[in-house]
């Protein structure tokens, strides 16, 4: 879970929806942008690090894939089995 806790906030800008606030302050938008910053770097070091260790099998996809075009589900299991073997 974020820091900023199980909420949903909304941006300023739409004159027609009066009854629902100002929105947000310049500080808990940057604490957002931050916080969002945090979780889609957290994702990408998740990836690389996934991508990193199945390297072999990203490369024989990517070959595969440059032949072919496309991939259905049983061509990419079997693409991965003949890398793991």
Do not use: C
């Not at 940057?30 to 910053?37: A, S, T, Y």
């Amino acid at each position: 879970m974020s820091a900023l806790g199980p909420l949903a906030f909304r941006t300023p800008g739409n004159p027609w929806d009066t009854d629902r606030g100002a929105g947000i302050s310049e500080a808990t938008a940057q604490r957002v942008d931050e916080e969002v910053r945090s979780l889609v770097m957290a994702g990408y070091e998740t990836a690389r690090q996934i991508i990193g260790k199945h390297r072999k099998s990203v490369r024989a996809m990517a070959d595969e894939l440059l032949a072919v075009e496309s991939l259905d589900a049983e061509g990419i299991k079997a693409v991965i089995a003949a890398t793991a073997a």
